[in-house]
């Protein structure tokens, strides 16, 4: 059971996902059932944000330290005095990850190295 609705696009646009995600190979590896739970469950997935914001470095033009200390400098001009963490991934050593914040901060904070 999910807490939050169904996504509400527009028709055109849940009709062309549709056709993208009910498309032959889809259909073929499966079944037609199969096929519309899945994209029903993809609806119901993309209506609330994720818990975090990946990005991944490009360490062949910049190191890791470079780009959490630019996206720190980012996050402080949009958000003033309040402190968002990066975070580097704990198995994935080219990706930052920029938890979301609120009530649950602590929950995920034991998880990632915070720098």
């Known amino acids: ?7 509400s696009l527009r028709p055109e646009v849940e009709n062309y ?3 993208s995600f009910l498309n032959e190979e ?7 059932q199969e096929a519309e739970r899945k994209f029903e469950t993809l609806l119901l997935r993309l209506s ?4 975090m914001t ?15 200390g630019l996206l720190l400098e980012e996050l402080q001009k949009q958000f ?13 050593p080219d990706v930052l990850l920029i938890p979301m914040t609120g009530p649950s901060y602590e929950s995920w904070r034991c998880y990632f190295r915070v720098f």
């Open 17 to 19: 996902l549709k056709e």
């Open 54 to 68: 990946t990005v991944r470095v490009n360490t062949h033009l910049g190191s890791v330290q470079h780009v959490r």
């Open 48 to 51: 609330h944000p994720p818990s």
């Open 80 to 92: 003033g005095e309040s402190s968002i963490p990066v975070v580097q991934h704990p198995a994935l």
């Open 1 to 7: 059971m999910y807490v939050f609705p169904k996504i």
């Open 26 to 32: 889809a259909v073929s590896a499966s079944s037609r």
